[in-house]
Each structure stands twice: as C-alpha cells, then as structure tokens.
C-alpha cells in the first residue's frame, strides 16, 4: 500500500527565513504526490501537485516541491516565510497508477512563523 | 474559496442521533468525496460518488451512508451517533472520476461533535 511520511509534526521558522517541510513517500510505481494546506478552521486547499511531468513543480503563494525519485521524497520548500504561511501542511499519495485513486495523507507538520 | 459548499458549519448533537451533513460541488465537478478528519485517525477517505453513482469506498462505517442526488449535491448520513463520531468532515469535488489528473478541491468542512 502506499503511504507518506511526514518527518515533522512541527517546523517554527521566522519570517523572511526558508521553509522546509519533510515528505517522503511509499509506492511501488510513480505515484502521483500533492501538498495541501489547511489554515485554521479552513478547509483544504491544494498548494501544488506532481503527476509525473516535470520533477520540480510550482504551486501557490510562492510554494515549490521537488520529486526525487532516487530518495523517495517530495519536500515542500519556500525562499522566504510569510506569517500568513502559519497552517498545517498535508503531504498526500495517491494509491493507484490509474483509475480511481484514493488518496493517502500524511499526518501532517504544523507551520509555525514568528515575527 | 474551492467552490465547494458544505452546511452546516458545525453541528453538535448526543449520541444515538442521526445527522445529515450536505455537500454541494463546485460548478462542472460530476465526483464527490468524503473525508474525515479526527485526532486519532488523521484524514480518511470514506466514500466517492460519480454523476450520482457510488465509485468507490473507503474506510466509512456500516452506520454511515452517503447519496448523490440529480443536481450533484451529496448527503452523508451518520446514524446511531457515537463519541468517537465527533470529527471534522470533508467534502471534495473533482471534474473526472478520480485519475491521475483529476484534482480534489475541498469545503470547508463540517465539525460535529456528539456529546
């Protein structure tokens, strides 16, 4: 079965200072990945996803993750933290390489930013 | 904002109810997802339906069922409500019927708590 880890349930970063949040993941064929993020008391909203195109991929509000195959990793990263980053992180697989696919979420890591 | 409309916002009510928690899907969307969100279980998918026929299944309870009606909004019924009930709850709609280039965007969520 496929599944993601998450390496940090908490990642504190100032602002203005990169950001790193941990993914690797679990599948026995190219899998389709996703980051989503949740404010609080929002509901989710897709920062970017990978679908086997290009390895690095852009998404919202300035986010990028890079697919390594080799390490089995999908880390979402950002130059520069904004307060507004503050939420939780979700790294997500999907479980088939085709048809329905069910999606598999990591546990989450919360983003904390201090000014 | 997804699209995606949920109602209610929150509901609280005490165990041995019934409760019906409605999704609308964004404009053009044909599948509708459910999820659920708690503390020990993470995010779990539970049902999906396509253009009004069930699609696929996920970890969703023998007391819960779901439905989705001509006009694609979806119902899912939790019933002989129990503590452990109490989560947050996820709609997500997608165009297709869930391949990998099809992408969930999800509501806001419904919270309930069962006292």
């Known amino acids: 079965a496929q599944s993601v880890t998450q390496l940090d349930s908490h990642v504190s970063v100032s602002e203005g200072t990169p950001v790193l949040l941990r993914c690797n993941y679990s599948s026995s064929y190219s899998p389709s990945l996703f980051w989503y993020v949740q404010h609080p008391n929002k509901g989710l909203q897709l920062l970017l996803k990978?679908?086997?195109?290009?390895?690095l991929v852009k998404g919202i509000n300035g986010f990028e993750a890079e697919f390594k195959k080799s390490e089995t990793s999908f880390h979402l990263t950002k130059p520069s933290a904004h307060m507004s980053d503050a939420a939780e992180y979700f790294c997500v697989v999907s479980d088939r390489p085709t048809g329905f696919q069910k999606l598999v979420f990591g546990t989450g890591t919360r983003l904390l930013v201090s000014p | 904002d997804s699209g995606v409309t949920q109602t209610p916002k929150h509901l609280i009510t005490a165990t041995g109810q019934r409760v019906t928690l409605r999704c609308s899907p964004r404009?053009?969307?044909?599948?509708v997802y459910w999820y659920q969100q708690s503390l020990d279980q993470g995010l779990q998918f539970l049902i999906q339906y396509y253009n009004g026929e069930e699609r696929a299944k996920g970890n969703i309870l023998e007391r819960f069922s779901a439905q989705q009606f001509p006009d694609l909004h979806s119902e899912l019924n939790l019933s002989s409500l129990e503590l452990g009930d109490s989560a947050l709850y996820f709609c997500?709609?997608?165009?297709?019927?869930?391949?990998?280039?099809?992408?969930?965007?999800f509501g806001p969520g419904t919270r309930l708590t069962v006292l």
């Open positions: 404009s053009g969307d044909l599948s």
């Open positions: 997500a709609s997608s165009v297709g019927r869930g391949g990998p280039t099809d992408t969930q965007y």
């Open positions: 990978y679908t086997s195109a290009a390895t």
